[in-house]
Antibody
Framework: DVQLVESGGGLVPPGGSLRLSCAVS????????MHWVRQSPGKGLQCVSN????????TYADFVKGRFTISRDNAKNMVYLQMDSLRVEDTAVYFC????????????WGQGVHVTVST | DIVMTQTPLSLPVALGQPASISCGSS???????????FNWLHQRPGQPPRLLIY???NRFSGVPDRFSGSGAGTDFTLEISRVEAEDVGIYYC?????????FGQGTRLEI
């Protein structure tokens, strides 16, 4: 079975940093793009970043460019999201999501991890 | 970014009755490869979203055949032929033709 398990969330003050991790299993990890998507009551679902299966390409939403960094370790079946210079508006549930193989899209989602940016 | 707009935002439906949700995109979803990457997702309370329909009308693995998708251009529809209790939750449309992938606001289906 495909499994994605996020960790690393928590409460952090504005300007702080967090590193989210996503452990995956049940599929050939290096074949898939991986994505981070967040959900908040005010903004709904938003794509944050994604990374190519071999790690050779990444993209970022404008609202996190220069602050967040996505990476992966194919030997460990892990994907990461380093979040720096966090803002109150980054408060959300962050989901790790698998990119599809044969068409453009997202198929399997992790359970999500809460990130709260507050004083 | 492409804006996705859903209607209605709230949908009360009786058990066994049909339901329909519409979604419009602010621009064409035709990808450079000629395909339209339009999807429907379902989210139950406390759960992550789950993929229902991809490429307008293809049901994802394990999705019951009472769910169907249709559409073309910038207008798309999700139909449930006979609503069951497990169908409650929020339905989202999503385009994955262009990054950033973008989502509709969600339609809350309630019995």
């Amino acid at each position: 079975d495909v499994q994605l398990v996020e960790s690393g969330g928590g409460l952090v003050p504005p300007g702080g940093s967090l590193r989210l991790s996503c452990a995956v299993s049940g599929f050939n990890f290096s074949e898939h793009w991986m994505h981070w998507v967040r959900q908040s009551p005010g903004k709904g679902l938003q794509c944050v970043s994604n990374i190519h299966g071999a790690g050779i390409g990444t993209t970022y939403a404008d609202f996190v460019k220069g602050r967040f960094t996505i990476s992966r370790d194919n030997a460990k079946n892990m994907v990461y999201l380093q979040m720096d210079s966090l803002r109150v508006e980054d408060t959300a549930v962050y989901f790790c999501v698998r990119g599809t193989l044969h068409w453009n899209g997202l198929d399997y989602w992790g359970q999500g991890v809460h990130v709260t940016v507050s004083t | 970014d492409i804006v996705m707009t859903q209607t209605p935002l709230s949908l009360p439906v009786a058990l066994g009755q049909p339901a329909s949700i519409s979604c419009g995109s602010s621009q064409s979803l035709v990808h450079a490869d000629g395909n339209i990457y339009f999807n429907w997702l379902h989210q139950r309370p406390g759960q992550p979203p789950r993929l229902l329909i991809y490429k307008i009308s293809n049901r994802f693995s394990g999705v019951p055949d009472r769910f169907s998708g249709s559409g073309a251009g910038t207008d798309f529809t999700l139909e449930i032929s006979r609503v069951e209790a497990e169908d409650v939750g929020i339905y989202y449309c999503m385009q994955s033709s262009q990054f950033p992938h973008t989502f509709g606001q969600g339609t809350r289906l309630e019995i």
